[in-house]
Every structure is written in structure tokens, then in C-alpha cells.
């Protein structure tokens, strides 16, 4: 399957996998951000994405992005038809402040097969054995 992207600023970089099996592919930032304590910054890319009609992409951080630069990388949902560019929303939970240069691998997205379904509302649901037992149904 065909992942088309475009660099839509000047110095971004192609997204890469570093293992032929990996899940995701690692996204580069674009530029300088300096992230306060306890705040939240867009970090961009410079790259949007075209997927292939029955593909999503979910961007979430990289094992080492919490270890190794103390951010926390918020979970984002890229939609088929979103065509602007790819941020990584990165929270600061330190006491100091961190500063993301150019060409760091904070994120990586994940491509995702989406499922079309429809919707029929029922009285009853199909017995599952669970039922309605939520958090922490399978104890501790």
C-alpha cells in the first residue's frame, strides 16, 4: 500500500521506521520549540500526509520519548481526509523547561486500517458473560 506525504516546509524530513517490522513510522520535528514546565506546545513536521481511503493514523509518542526527554506525547487521531500539517502535541510535566530541536524523533504514527460499519439500535445486547462490569471487573 501507497503512504503519499508532502513536505510542506522547508527542512522536513521523511518520515522513517527504524526496524523493517516496526508498528510505526518515527516523525521528525521542524525547528526549535522550547516547552515550559507543565505546559503543552504543537511541535510541527513540516510533512502532511494523503492516506489511502481505508487508512487512519494515530499519532502517539516513542518508547523513549518519556525516559529520554522527559515529554509526554498526547495521543492525536489523523483522519483520512485531513491534508494540513502533522503536529506532536508534547507535554512538559518537569519542573524545567524542555526545548525540542530540529530533526529530534518525539512521535511516531501509526497507520491503522479503519472498518466502515453501520449503526442499528437494538433492545437487547448479545450476552458476553461480563455484562456491565467496567473498572476493575477482573479485580486487582
Same mark, same amino acid.
Given at each position: 500500500m501507497l503512504?503519499?506525504?508532502k513536505k510542506i516546509k522547508e527542512g522536513a524530513t521523511t518520515p522513517t521506521r527504524g526496524h523493517e517490522d516496526d508498528a &510505526?513510522?518515527?516523525l521528525y520535528t521542524l &525547528?526549535?520549540?522550547v516547552i515550559p514546565p507543565r505546559s503543552y506546545k504543537e511541535?510541527?513536521?513540516g510533512i502532511a500526509v494523503d492516506f489511502p481511503i481505508c487508512v487512519w493514523g494515530r499519532i502517539t509518542g516513542r518508547s523513549s520519548t518519556s525516559r529520554n526527554l522527559g515529554l509526554m506525547v498526547i495521543e492525536g487521531i489523523i483522519d483520512t481526509g485531513y491534508k494540513g500539517? %502533522?503536529?506532536i502535541r508534547a507535554y512538559n510535566p518537569g519542573i524545567a523547561e524542555v526545548i525540542s530541536d530540529d530533526g529530534w524523533r518525539v512521535a511516531?504514527?501509526?497507520p491503522h486500517l479503519r472498518i466502515d460499519l453501520e449503526w442499528e439500535e437494538t433492545h437487547? %445486547?448479545?450476552d458476553s458473560g461480563r455484562g456491565n462490569h467496567g473498572f476493575g471487573s477482573t479485580g486487582r
Open positions: 503512504m503519499r506525504y &510505526g513510522w518515527d &525547528g526549535r520549540v511541535i510541527p513536521t500539517e %502533522l503536529y511516531q504514527m501509526i437487547n %445486547l448479545q
